[in-house]
């Protein structure tokens, strides 16, 4: 049984000022605290969960801290609106010092505020094995719990940093090829594959910012072909590493 204390505790990393303080996360669910569980044991620092979920698991939870909670206990530390099975408690992640662009793709988001969007957006760049993304200091929090759920457990194989665009990019132009999304951009489709390079996507409604627009080499635009106003940051994410990326 946990304690009101420790409730408390949990209940206090879904704000966003205790998770910093404490440099720890919420994970919840089966899928993302598996994939945490075999990515990166070592960062997982005490599990609470269903007896069932704890047996079905006993290979992962070896030298782990873990607590059987009854479904009562769960609600109360859980976040979500239908608790599920278990939750854990992670160490954040430490940011990358030197982002490596050489032979990378890597994708610059411009002020990404929706939490949902960002953490699609990661699964996304798992999915097309793009290993770094770069924040806007204006763009949601990594460890929002909307963030971390959305990922579904990419965010242990997706490096994500946070820096002033403006200062960051100058120097990465000269290393790599920028692009950017803009509504006078070349079609994507008929742009070719690359294998390196920093492509900025922009905030949800003004898209990227003019300063940015201004450093890139290349502008990039998905053809509308019917009357909606614009693309959700995440889908078009997607549509662009579909047709940038080697196969």
């Not at 209940?11 to 993302?32: D, I, N, T, V």
């Not at 079609?187 to 294998?195: E, G």
């Not at 409604?205 to 693309?231: C, F, T």
Request: glycine letters at 6%; a neutral charge; proline letters at 3%.
């Amino acid at each position: 049984m946990l304690s009101k204390t420790k409730v408390k505790y949990i209940q206090s990393l879904g704000q966003k000022k205790f998770r910093q303080s404490e440099g720890l996360f919420l994970a919840e669910g089966p899928k993302l605290v598996t994939e945490l569980l075999q990515e990166v044991p070592q960062l997982v620092q005490e599990v609470f969960a269903t007896a069932d979920w704890m047996e079905e698991n006993g290979g992962l939870l070896k030298q782990l801290n873990c607590m059987p909670v009854n479904e009562a206990m769960l609600e109360k530390i859980s976040l979500l609106s239908t608790p599920n099975k278990v939750v854990a408690l992670v160490k954040q992640f430490e940011e990358a010092s030197n982002i490596d662009l050489k032979n990378q793709i890597v994708l610059a988001l411009d002020g990404i505020q929706d939490p949902g969007n960002l953490g699609t957006i990661i699964r996304i760049a798992d999915w097309f094995n793009v290993r770094q993304i770069v924040c806007s200091l204006d763009t949601a929090e990594l460890y929002n719990p909307k963030v971390v759920q959305s990922t579904m457990g990419s965010i242990a194989r997706v490096g994500v940093v946070y820096k002033n665009l403006a200062e960051w990019l100058p120097a990465a132009k000269k290393e790599v090829c920028i692009y950017a999304t803009a509504l006078d951009g070349i079609n994507v489709a008929s742009d070719k594959k690359i294998n390196e390079g920093v492509i900025i996507i922009g905030n949800e409604s003004k898209g990227v910012n003019p300063i940015l627009l201004q450093m890139a080499n290349v502008k990039l635009n998905i053809n509308r072909k019917g009357k909606a106003e614009s693309l959700n940051a995440a889908v078009a994410t997607g549509i662009i590493l579909s047709h940038l990326t080697t196969a």
